[in-house]
């Protein structure tokens, strides 16, 4: 059994949404839980918080330097949050698939990872200032998995041309993705809310 330190919280029916929190660097398991209640307020919940310390701040996966990742480490990390996910959700009767990751910074980046190499523990992902965490060696189905970067035209950690490249390896694997644009920098604003509430709601009536 693979553990982490998390919070989980039921959807209020059976089979409804959940949302999985990955918090940036520095964060942990608290911080996005009112994002979520303002996100989609009848959703559960599962929020981990990262394991690895850089200087006593938790993140979900080492790095070298600033936006220079540790691959090896990458993988691990991702496995063994996608293992888990999956005990998790057996553990509470849910199915994977009903789980939409909610990533930002480095939270995104792992949520990115987990697309790329454990597509099983997504059913979809709303990634705000996401990077390329890695290119897998051979691309994974995602047929059709939806998935929204929402990225800041000032972010001086994250380039137009890497969240491109993010986009079109997601949509190589079959991603369904949508790209959104803020006037901001690296921090998190209310049109990263808006946008990430409505594409939710949009989704969920189809
Ligand atoms: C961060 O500060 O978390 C980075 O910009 C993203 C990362 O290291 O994954």
């Known amino acids: 059994m693979t553990d982490f330190i998390h919070l989980f919280k039921p959807p209020t029916r059976s089979g409804g949404p959940i949302l999985l929190l990955l918090h940036g660097t520095g964060g942990d398991e608290n911080d996005l839980v009112p994002l979520a209640e303002v996100l989609l307020p009848e959703a559960g919940v ?3 918080r990262g394991k690895v310390l850089e200087r006593g701040m938790p993140r979900f996966f080492r790095r070298l330097a600033e936006g220079v990742f540790d691959i090896e480490d990458l ?17 509470h009767n849910f199915s994977t698939r009903d789980l ?6 480095n939270g995104a980046n792992i949520a990115g990872a987990l697309l790329l190499l ?14 390329v965490p890695l290119v897998p060696e051979q691309l994974p189905r995602l047929a059709h998995t939806p998935a929204l970067i929402s990225n800041g035209r000032l972010d001086p950690l994250v380039s137009a041309e890497e969240t491109e490249q993010l986009a079109s390896l997601l949509r190589s694997a079959g991603a369904d993705v949508t790209v959104s644009w803020q006037n901001s920098g690296h921090e998190l604003t209310e049109r990263d809310v808006v946008t990430a509430r409505e594409w939710l709601a949009q989704r969920r009536m189809r």
């Open 100 to 105: 939409t990751a909610v990533g930002f910074s």
């Open 46 to 48: 599962l929020s981990p």
């Open 75 to 91: 993988k691990f990390r991702a496995a063994e949050l996608a293992d888990f996910i999956s005990e998790t959700a057996a553990t």
């Open 118 to 131: 454990r597509p099983d523990a997504l059913g979809a992902a709303v990634m705000f200032r996401a990077m």
